[in-house]
Structure formats: C-alpha cells, structure tokens
C-alpha cells in the first residue's frame, strides 16, 4: 500500500510531530519506535515461511536549532502582503484539490 497525496504527507508529518512533543524531544526513544513502526510494517504479513524477514532498521534523527530574529520596527505593510499572499496560495490549494498547482 502505497500513500501519495500532499495530506497523508501532512498527516504523516503531524503524527511524527505529535510523537516527537509527546516524547519531550526524546530523540534516541523516538529513533527507536519509528525503527520498531518501521520493522513491524516491513514484517507484516512476511511470516508465511517462504518470504524473507526484515531484520533491521536504522534511523537517524538530527535536529538543527531554529533562531528567529525579531525586528524592532518590523514593516507592517510588507507583513500583510506576505500574509494576503500565504492566504491567496492556501486559498488556490483547497480549489485545486490540495496539489499546490495553480489553476
């Protein structure tokens, strides 16, 4: 079964996200639950004594510190256009089907 679409991305990615807070930022737990996830679905229905047998799985995760800068006299205008744009975009996504095609 394979998954393709820009929302089961995101969904995925929520998911992940929503792992990665309820652990607390737990790295090397988290690296080890997506490798049991990962094990578990490469095995599942591999047990009829003719197939191989996924044995391993390794994953990695590295996490870059994020710095935002904050201006002091930001410029409104330029911020609310970037907004509108961010929106208008968002809007041309849901009319599209999600794809983040302009039709």
């Known amino acids: ?3 393709r ?7 995925l990615a929520s998911m992940v ?8 930022g737990d790295r090397p737990r ?7 996830g990962i094990l578990y679905g490469a095995n599942l229905g591999q047990f009829s004594g003719s197939g191989g047998r996924v ?3 390794d994953v990695s995760i590295s996490v870059e510190d994020v710095s935002i800068s904050v201006e002091d ?9 970037r907004f509108e744009d961010g929106a208008e ?5 849901d009319w ?4 983040g095609r302009e039709n």
């Open 17 to 24: 996200a929503s792992a990665y807070l309820g652990l607390a």
């Open 89 to 93: 975009l968002d809007r041309r996504r």
């Open 73 to 81: 006299d930001p410029d409104i205008e330029m911020l609310s256009q």
């Open 96 to 99: 599209s089907g999600g794809s």
């Open 5 to 11: 679409t820009e929302a089961t991305d995101d969904a």
């Open 1 to 3: 079964m394979e998954l």
């Open 30 to 36: 988290l690296e080890r639950c997506l490798e049991h």
């Open 55 to 57: 044995t391993a799985a």
